[in-house]
């Protein structure tokens, strides 16, 4: 099985963008879907991207979602930073045998 | 609206077992991929298990394989995790989930389990 490596934390300004990656340990990161999460303290967490790059409906459109192949990674970016983005971020796939995994989770600082 | 609720989450001594069942409403149950995922203090998400809509298709992560059984009541529009065997390890809380490979879309509040001595 891979793993999805995410930096442990990331911090930003009000109203600027923070990109949050995700990295494939093996394994093209292309050969499966991406979905990223946003989880607030005492929450379920809740989709922000699904399918790589697709945003599901009231997920502003400050989110956005890519993939890299040559760095085999996925990237969460959130430009206009708001204080209410503070939260974790998670980032999951899966393999073929259906085997999901998730990222180790980001969290996100807004100061 | 889409609700997902669960139940049956406690302390259990180390060994003992427990069963999660997730009560679902505003869809098609039977239509729906459905998972378990869950989340220890302070730590990361992980996978536990998903089922499919007719229960054809059974997966489990490696860390509950052979003490964990995931299964669904169409009828009454729930899902189930018998968990036996339980480790501290497993301490945590419990979502259900309903989704796809693809998209995991809808969440219960979760259920927390304390395997404890």
């Known amino acids: 099985n891979f793993m999805l490596t995410q930096p442990r934390s990331v911090s930003e300004s009000p109203g600027k963008t923070v990109i949050i990656s995700c990295t494939r340990s093996?394994?093209?990161?292309?050969?499966?879907?991406v979905q990223w999460y946003q989880q607030r303290p005492g929450s379920a967490p809740t989709t922000v991207i699904y399918?790589?790059?697709?945003?599901p409906s009231g997920v502003p459109d400050r989110f956005s979602g890519s993939i890299d192949s040559s760095s085999n990674s996925a990237s969460l970016t959130i430009s206009g930073l708001k204080t209410e983005d503070e939260a974790d971020y998670y980032c999951?796939?899966?393999?073929?045998?259906?085997?999901?995994?998730f990222g180790g989770g980001t969290k996100l600082t807004v100061l | 609206e889409v609700q997902l609720v669960e139940s049956g989450g406690g302390l259990v001594k180390p060994g003992g077992s427990l069963r999660l069942s997730c009560a679902a409403s505003?869809?098609?149950?039977?239509?729906?991929?459905m998972n378990w995922v869950r989340q220890a203090p302070g730590k990361g998400l992980e996978w536990v298990s998903s089922?499919?809509?007719?229960?054809?298709?059974?997966y489990y992560a490696d860390s509950v394989k052979g003490r964990f059984t995931i299964s669904r009541d169409n009828a009454k529009n729930s899902l189930y995790l018998q968990m036996n065997t339980l480790r501290a390890d497993d301490t945590a809380v419990y979502y259900c989930?309903?989704?796809?490979?693809?998209?995991?879309?809808?969440w219960g509040q979760g259920t927390l389990v304390t395997v404890s001595s």
């Open positions: 989930v309903r989704g796809e490979r693809s998209l995991f879309d809808y």
């Open positions: 505003g869809f098609n149950f039977y239509s729906y991929n």
């Open positions: 089922i499919s809509g007719s229960s054809s298709y059974i």
């Open positions: 093996s394994g093209s990161i292309a050969s499966t879907y």
């Open positions: 399918e790589d790059i697709q945003r």
């Open positions: 999951r796939s899966y393999d073929t045998n259906s085997q999901v995994v």
